[in-house]
């Protein structure tokens, strides 16, 4: 990072609340619905397992969703844009090579600690991207012939067989208003997993602080099973916070009062700046230490939700 770069980014951040004039975002589009190809033999888990960043492998129904896929390694490099970088400082619990198949890959964000160059390089072409509007079109520029764009509450259904996860899109910023108008939109996310007429529903926070906005989401959304937090107080120039730190995330599960959580996004990059001691410390103070699993990477949390047998699923 230059000296001139912190004065352009400087200038920039002090522009940008006149120059991002909130346009009113017009209301969602009608609910879609994404048919995916059945076959195969059906995987039964219902979990999900921590890969690293904010990368997970959830697995509901037969359905397989890989969220933010960062398989970067340790040493490598991210741009985040206006010159800025950061320096991966963990490795991923498994290669981009070794993920299973994949049926739908949910993006929060086009920042490259959420969607690297390998990935870029090496993923299907056709796999669906469901993500916010401006990252969707950007990546069906880049051949991402599936990406799907997602106003802020629009719905999406995806089905396989008989497995539906109503995925939500939810608000979410990167940072203080004016900031956040510097960086990739970001969306937040409502996962009904549909089981046997129970739903069990996750909310996946992308990148975000708490804003005016995301106060909103336990309103429209209560009764959430399990939250998976990106934390880390994400810090550019070493100025300015872009992600929950450890005290935002317990406000965070105040808010939501979901069942249960996970953190993620914590201590793989050198701006990530709040430990996950940070989070742990804030969650016992405030009594929540029961409600959280803190996953190593590669490890599983398996979902208390009943899985049905394959064969005895009827519509
Ligand atoms: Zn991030």
Do not use: C
Request: proline share 7%; glycine share 8%; charged share 20%.
């Amino acid at each position: 990072m230059s000296f001139m770069h912190r004065i352009i980014y400087l200038v920039l951040l002090l522009l940008a609340p006149w120059t991002h004039a909130a346009a009113p975002e017009p209301p969602p589009r009608e609910a879609r619905r994404l048919e995916l190809p059945a076959g195969g033999a059906i995987d039964t888990r219902a979990s999900i397992q921590f890969i690293g960043t904010a990368t997970v492998l959830l697995r509901f129904g037969g359905i397989t969703i890989l969220t933010d896929p960062n398989f970067l390694h340790k040493g490598e490099k991210v741009h985040l844009g206006y010159g800025l970088t950061s320096t991966r400082l963990t490795n991923p619990a498994i290669d981009f090579e070794q993920l299973p198949p994949i049926d739908l890959v949910l993006l929060s964000h086009l920042h490259e600690d959420h969607f690297d160059r390998k990935v870029r390089q090496q993923l299907r072409r056709d796999v669906p991207i469901v993500t916010n509007l401006r990252a969707a079109a950007h990546l069906k520029d880049a051949g991402f012939i599936n990406a799907i764009g997602l106003r802020t509450w629009q719905k999406i259904d995806i089905v396989k067989g008989a497995t539906t996860i109503a995925l939500t899109s939810l608000p979410a910023r990167h940072g203080p208003a004016g900031v956040a108008a510097l960086l990739p939109d970001v969306m937040g996310s409502m996962l009904d997993l549909r089981d046997a007429g129970r739903n069990y529903r996750i909310y996946v926070s992308g990148d975000t602080m708490i804003s005016d906005d995301v106060t909103t989401i336990p309103q429209r959304y209560p009764g959430v099973d399990l939250a998976v937090l990106h934390l880390g107080g994400t810090r550019l120039l070493g100025l300015v916070t872009v992600t929950m730190d450890g005290a935002e995330g317990v406000r965070m599960l105040q808010l939501m009062a979901p069942q249960h959580a996970i953190p993620v996004h914590y201590d793989d990059y050198d701006v990530f700046k709040s430990p996950l001691a940070d989070f742990k410390k804030a969650v016992d103070a405030a009594g929540l230490s029961g409600k959280v699993s803190y996953l190593a990477r590669g490890d599983t949390y398996d979902l208390p939700i009943k899985t049905k047998e394959a064969n005895s699923e009827k519509p």
